[in-house]
């Protein structure tokens, strides 16, 4: 069995990772700020967009992979592979818009936290089913 399916989800979100770093890259260089965020609400979003990247996407993908090596539908990896990255992209764009709420943060959280129970779950089954 391969990760192919984890592997087109982990290829988009690299993409995504890059842009979100680009973005904090860019910005630094607008505010001239090597360390932190200088006191600048757009960087101090921009690093917060990219760390909370960072804190969810490992584990989704681990989910991932592990249920796509234990045999899982692939219609199934792929609606949660598709829901996450999108969740992940309307997250970024929710955070950018407004430090308070939104429903594009709203939506990408409720993505992201679907893909995470529904790849726990089925995890679970598939050591029961085993």
Do not use: C
């Not at 932190?36 to 609400?41: E, R, V």
């Not at 249920?67 to 992209?89: C, D, P, W, Y």
């Amino acid at each position: 069995m391969n990760l192919s399916i984890t592997g087109f989800y982990l290829g988009l979100l690299a993409i995504l990772y890059v842009i979100l770093a680009y973005r904090i890259i860019k910005l630094r260089y607008k505010y001239q700020t090597g360390i932190g965020d200088g006191g600048h609400a757009e960087l101090a979003q921009a690093i917060r967009v990219h760390g909370n990247f960072a804190e969810y996407t490992p584990i989704a993908l681990l989910l991932l992979a592990s249920a796509e090596l234990n045999g899982s539908h692939q219609v199934l990896l792929h609606g949660v592979g598709a829901a996450f990255f999108i969740g992940r992209v309307l997250h970024g764009i929710g955070i950018t818009k407004s430090q308070g709420p939104t429903k594009f943060r709203f939506w990408g959280m409720i993505s992201s936290f679907a893909t995470l129970v529904i790849l726990g779950l089925e995890n679970i089954r598939l050591f029961i089913m085993s």
